[in-house]
Each structure stands twice: as C-alpha cells, then as structure tokens.
C-alpha cells in the first residue's frame, strides 16, 4: 500500500520524528512537501487536496506528527470492512460510535487527519466536492461532509494519535488529547 507523509519544508525536524516512528513499524513512506502560503489554513487545505490528487490505489496519508500507538497496524488492516471507503487510524472522537465488526467501528462526527487510508473512489468524491480556499479546515470538511456520505472507519485499538507539539496551522503548541477519545468505540 503507498503512503505518504505531509511535511512543511521549514520543519525537517518533525519529518525526522515521523520517520522514526515509520522505521518502528517497518513502513516505507514517501514525503510530501506542503504547499506553501501565506494562511496556515490555506496551506493546509491544497497539501490535502494535492495528496488526493495522487491516489490511484488505498494510500495512507500521514502528518508529520503522527505518533504510532500501537504496533498492530497489519492486523488491525486485516480486518477491514470489505466495502471502507475511508480508514482512519485514529481521530478525535466527539460522539460515541457503532461497532462495524472486529477491530473497526462506523465513523461519524470526528476530526483530525494525522493517519488516514483512502480508496481512489474516496479521493475522487471528495476533490469533487472539497474547496480548499474555502475558510473550512479540512478535516472539518470529512467529518460534516464525508463521513456520514462514505463507509468511514475507525480502528480500535487506535494505531495512531498526533504527538504534542506545536502546530504551524494554529499558530500555537497543540495537544489534541486524541488517544483519550478511544473510550467513545463502545
């Protein structure tokens, strides 16, 4: 399976961190220079929407503070529902979820992107739809938009959260408290 990891040119430290945790799980993944602009936002949304542009078969697609949770990752993908869409190997639950079957439940009002999995049928749906000049972040966009539109999937145990660190998009230091959200997979 490709994967891919979004990067800022000007954090080669956080592409240092990311490849560790890669090397931990045997996983070969290729970097992805963030698109460049003046709004955070604005450079978030085209890096996403030009990594879509690159899936022709499921791909994983990282942010460069992933941190793996879990050496599970090969088992957990074993089980997936045959008809995903979208795997999320983690997120920011807000809401408590539906158990799908084994290891993944039906996803439904959640954000971040730090680890997810898309089909070419998913990245083509949402490039038909996502406007990343839109004042919208992106994963707000999957979670009111995608999720309840495509067979969304998250895993459990979580494979993935987002290392705290300071976050070039928010202008501040950023801890998401994602692995905490884990507990909403009843």
């Known amino acids: 399976m490709k994967a891919i990891c979004l990067n800022l040119d000007k954090r080669p430290d956080r592409w240092l961190l990311a490849q560790k945790e890669f090397a931990e799980q045997g996983l070969t993944v290729e970097r992805f220079a963030a698109i460049n602009h003046e709004i955070p936002m604005m450079s978030f949304n085209l890096s996403q929407q030009a990594m879509l542009r690159t899936v022709t078969e499921p791909t994983m697609i990282f942010e460069d503070d992933v ?12 089980t997936a529902p ?44 949402i490039l038909n739809r996502f406007y990343p000049e839109c004042s919208q972040p992106y994963d707000d966009f999957l979670r009111e938009y995608v999720q ?23 202008n501040t230091h950023a801890d998401y408290g994602i692995h905490h959200t884990e507990s909403k997979l009843t």
């Not at 920011?92 to 439940?105: A, T």
């Not at 439904?108 to 992107?113: D, I, P, S, V």
């Not at 309840?148 to 928010?170: G, V």
């Open 67 to 78: 941190k793996f949770v879990s050496d599970k990752l090969n088992t957990v993908l074993s």
């Open 148 to 170: 309840s539109n495509l067979n969304c999937y998250i895993c459990k145990p979580y494979i993935c959260t987002q290392r705290p660190d300071f976050s070039d998009l928010w």
């Open 82 to 125: 045959d008809d995903w869409d979208v795997l999320y190997l983690g997120a920011n639950v807000m809401d408590n979820l539906k158990h799908h079957s084994g290891h993944w439940w039906r996803l439904k009002e959640a954000w971040t992107t730090h680890a997810v999995i898309y089909t070419p049928k998913a990245a083509e749906y």
